[in-house]
């Protein structure tokens, strides 16, 4: 019986500590959607701002959906990242900077996001030069103006 308590004890104190850690990590979430208002193919949020060390998770809200970190579109020496399809993804920033990626089926239909990283935009230029197609293209580049 003590043991149990003592068991009990330890698990509290360890969900208790995991559910504040959480809390202060400035984590975030995207949905991959086929619909949301009027756009289709689109992530919940077009553009997110975190620090390094946060982590971003990408949720399969609808099917169909990936993240692709976009070649030329990340900070230097970050490796190449493509999640699979219809999984939730989860990455987490540590290098600094604009990270461009887009959803592989759906790169020419708007389905294009920015992960901006400590406010960092020492890659600008390279994000201004990545080729966009179809409908990608005026949606990157209404975005970039704003960063
Ligand atoms: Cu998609």
């Given amino acids: 019986m003590k043991n149990l308590t003592k068991h009990i004890l330890i698990t509290a104190i360890f969900f208790l500590f995991g559910s504040l850690s959480s809390a202060n990590a400035a984590d975030e979430t995207i949905e991959m959607?086929?619909?949301?208002?009027?756009?289709?193919?689109?992530?919940?949020?077009?553009?997110?701002?975190?620090?390094?060390?946060?982590?971003?998770?990408?949720?399969?809200?609808?099917?169909?959906?990936?993240?692709?970190?976009?070649?030329?579109?990340?900070?230097?020496?970050?490796?190449?990242?493509?999640?699979?399809?219809?999984?939730?993804?989860?990455?987490?920033?540590?290098?600094?900077?604009?990270?461009?990626?887009?959803?592989?089926?759906?790169?020419?239909?708007?389905?294009?996001?920015?992960v901006i990283v400590d406010d960092n935009k020492t890659n600008l230029d390279e994000i201004k030069k990545i080729r966009f197609s179809g409908k990608s293209k005026k949606i990157a580049s209404e975005l970039i103006n704003t960063f």
């Fill in 33 to 114: 959607l086929n619909k949301q208002g009027k756009e289709s193919m689109v992530y919940s949020k077009k553009v997110v701002r975190i620090k390094s060390g946060d982590t971003v998770n990408w949720i399969a809200t609808t099917k169909g959906h990936n993240v692709e970190f976009i070649k030329g579109g990340v900070p230097e020496g970050v490796e190449k990242f493509k999640s699979k399809f219809n999984k939730d993804a989860q990455y987490k920033f540590t290098i600094p900077g604009i990270y461009a990626y887009w959803c592989t089926p759906h790169k020419s239909m708007g389905m294009i996001g920015f």
